[in-house]
């Protein structure tokens, strides 16, 4: 055979390889790259979720020794920035617990701050504590007077006008409560207090903040209302809900945040917070002390919550609510006005826009190991982009964030999924649901040659077989 027959049996052979090769190499599972022209349109796909990723777990050992965890809320019933600055907030609450690792054991600090009234982010009336020791001391206008008027009267009256107290103890933590004044009538305490053991009590501007933490955990509060006011309860304090039959509050704010370790041997720690703000709301009827909805009659204006929760066995769970309005009986909201809603001047807020409030806006984001939610009333912008970028008067009313974060979340017990965020109308992200991931055809492992393979390789033989087959008597062409 001459070099030429070879030489055209062994193109033939190569190019059979070349045309079947691909093919083959695909239907047995290898991956083929193909050139894509730049200016080629994507083909029609139908959307597919990105994979959720799961995080490997540490022992139980490990995450007693690294994890901690930390949570926040804030709340406000007004805040206002005019171009881009504080210019005023009314009743804004919030607080902070959190731990760090310390030998497999919790410790760390709390903090709560209550801001009755800031003007240009100057606080002209305000309270707060921290986890730190502190002092006790009771002070207030004309005290030796107030105090003359309660023990005087055994209780039946107590005033006090720009009334301070502090307290300071290892089993109940720091604390500081402020009232511009209160009345209580009708009881028996000896000294003026913010806690009130006659059937009236009236407080006005009170800011209130407590912390605490112990070797278990830390914990802090704080709350702020404008107005106050109970009627029939035995025994009421401003920061907590009227069970008499008459109650009502006005610009109200409360926050509360919390961090616990159960049991340092085991890693588990769990934090939690929330947030809850009021324009103002009334209650006929008594208020549930564990719910806070009225048993009786009563309504909501402007009202908002969030509440955040993860622990370091892989629950977390964020929620919220916001609403205009709302009517609640016999222990339950009957009717309210939550629908999200745009109201603008132009409609649609475009780029520059007279005004825009966006109502009832809620968000939240839940993951093992993380939490945290949002949730607003109303939220105004003034003359946007009008005078540059910042609007010149945004703000919002009744506006309630928590957050909780375990801040090791590679240590969370249990699979941890990463959720891909995704917007919902007016921009609030969420919510999330943790979820097994979908079922995917996985890549088989290569146990062996595949056909294709002998194939390839059989033509290849047979090409060359015949390029070198020599018939008898013949000889080769030099």
């Known amino acids: 055979m001459s070099l030429k027959r070879i030489g055209s049996v062994v193109s033939l052979t190569l190019l059979a390889v070349m045309i079947v090769g691909p093919a083959a190499m695909a239907a047995d599972g290898l991956a083929v790259s193909t050139p894509v022209p730049v200016d080629a349109a994507p083909a029609a796909t139908q959307p597919v979720a990105p994979p959720q990723q799961v995080t490997a777990t540490n022992s139980a050992e490990e995450e007693a020794q690294e994890a901690h965890s930390a949570a926040s809320s804030t709340g406000s019933v007004v805040n206002l920035d005019v171009m881009g ?208 909805i009225c048993d009786g009659v009563g309504a909501l204006i402007l009202h908002s919550e969030s509440y955040s929760y993860a622990n370091t066995q892989g629950k977390s769970l964020s929620e919220g609510l916001a609403h205009i309005a709302a009517i609640e009986a016999q222990g339950e909201e009957q009717f309210s006005l939550s629908q999200e809603g745009t109201v603008s001047l132009p409609p649609d807020c475009p780029t520059q826009s007279i005004i825009c409030l966006f109502l009832n806006g809620v968000g939240s984001n839940a993951e093992a190991g993380k939490a945290g939610g949002s949730a607003t009333a109303v939220a105004a912008q003034v003359g946007k982009g009008i005078v540059g970028d910042t609007p010149i008067v945004d703000g919002t009313v009744d506006d309630s964030k928590s957050n909780v974060d375990l801040g090791q979340p590679d240590k969370v017990k249990g699979v941890r999924y990463n959720h891909h965020k995704h917007n919902t109308p007016g921009g609030a992200v969420g919510p999330f649901v943790t979820a097994a991931p979908a079922p995917r055809a996985a890549q088989l492992p290569f146990t062996g040659a595949g056909v294709a393979r002998f194939l390839l390789l059989a033509l290849a033989l047979i090409g060359c077989g015949a390029a070198l087959s020599i018939k008898p008597g013949a000889t080769v062409e030099h």
């Open 85 to 292: 600055e504080d210019a005023l907030t009314v009743s804004e609450s919030s607080s902070s617990a959190g731990s760090s690792e310390s030998e497999g054991s919790s410790s760390g600090s709390s903090s709560a701050k209550a801001t009755l009234l800031a003007v240009m982010g100057q606080e002209l009336w305000g309270a707060e504590a921290n986890s730190e020791e502190g002092k006790n001391e009771r002070t207030g206008l004309l005290f030796d007077v107030t105090e003359q008027i309660c023990s005087g009267s055994d209780g039946q009256l107590c005033v006090s006008l720009l009334y301070e107290e502090r307290t300071s103890s290892k089993e109940d933590g720091n604390s500081e409560k402020k009232s511009v004044a209160s009345v209580c009538a009708g009881g028996d305490q000896q000294t003026a207090s913010h806690d009130c053991n006659g059937p009236i009590s009236l407080t006005v501007g009170y800011a209130g903040a407590s912390a605490h933490e112990d070797e278990n955990g830390s914990e802090s509060s704080s709350d702020t209302s404008v107005v106050d006011a109970c009627v029939g309860s035995e025994e009421h304090s401003a920061s907590d809900t009227c069970d008499g039959p008459i109650g009502g509050r006005v610009a109200e704010s409360h926050s509360d945040s919390a961090s616990e370790t159960d049991s340092p041997d085991e890693g588990d720690e769990s934090a939690e917070s929330g947030a809850e703000n009021s324009g103002a709301e009334v209650c006929v009827g008594g208020e549930s002390a564990k719910s806070g």
